[in-house]
């Protein structure tokens, strides 16, 4: 299964603003519609992205037992709240190996660490899109109350002070809200 | 770019043999076409195969330098044997973390280390297809001398005794030849 993420008239999603963190920017939006789908969808250079919920890359097995200890789910009723984070990595980030890779994102930058104290608060799905041959390599859907987007922000803010984020050539950042 | 195997009348490899050595089999193929293509590609439950040439996954950075010295590139003109080998693993594979599938797939299987033997005279392309949504997780392509074939059917008995094969769900085994 897919998830592709349509800027659209009528979709549950109501876009406040998208900023181009880094790189080209992607086109306006009015709404996002998150479906669902079957087939592997075509390329695009801007609307509709897609992804796919993959297994995870780097987590290991106390960092998981940390992670559903603490994390909530999509689809909760108070988090009227969204973000969508397009993000590409420079080819040298492909090119490393999983434990160079592995080192940069946790030992030096703390990605699951740093994450896990905006937890439950934050709820976050990351869809994997590198090997559909999709201009991104990945998208990251969070959820979260209104009054935890200041927690949200300083989330990212450690996240891009990061070594990981020198790795980072093109970045969206898509805020979202629902009624 | 996504590379495409079907099953065809004038594809470059004649099939030589298909064996299912676990799960569903595959249809019978007289010859095999390889192709690059831009879309992704549809799943199809037989033929054709399709997967993506992605980054490494498990491979650490002394390991690689170790392939990289060794390895021999596809398309030698003496390689006129190869073998195509679908293989899809368990639910429980993909539910690891990455530190656990590591631990089975080099610690435990010797799955770089062992293969690390058979070069250069076996050749490897792996293409990965779980997240395409195809009924096969991967597909590695083998290209060899006819005289090494006997070295390559001894690579993968090993593979198959080893602890990661556990995890192995369906795999299926075509060799084929070119004049």
């Known amino acids: 299964m897919f998830t592709v993420f349509s800027a659209c008239d009528a979709g549950a999603w109501r876009v406040t603003s998208i900023t181009a963190v880094c790189g080209e ?8 519609a998150v479906d669902r789908v079957e ?8 609307w509709p992205l897609a992804g796919v919920a ?6 290991e ?11 909530a789910g999509l689809g909760r ?8 984070i397009p993000i590409a990595k420079l080819r040298a980030w492909w090119e490393m190996t999983q434990d160079e890779r592995r080192r940069i994102f946790e030992a030096e930058s703390r990605h699951i660490a ?12 990351l869809y994997h899109c590198r090997d559909l041959g999709q201009p991104f390599d990945f998208l990251t859907w969070f959820e979260f109350a209104p009054e935890h987007e200041a927690e949200f922000d300083a989330l990212l803010v450690g996240l891009r002070a990061s070594p990981e984020w020198r790795f980072v050539t093109r970045e969206i950042d898509i805020r979202l809200s629902r009624a």
Chains 1, 2 share one sequence.
């Open 61 to 71: 097995r106390p960092e998981r037992a940390q992670l559903v200890a603490r994390q």
């Open 25 to 32: 920017p992607l086109p306006a939006a009015r709404r996002v």
């Open 39 to 46: 087939a592997p969808p075509q390329p695009s250079p801007g």
């Open 77 to 84: 009723p108070e988090a009227t709240r969204a973000a969508l």
């Open 54 to 59: 993959s297994h995870a890359r780097y987590v």
């Open 114 to 125: 740093g994450s896990l104290k905006y937890l439950p608060a934050v709820a976050r799905q």
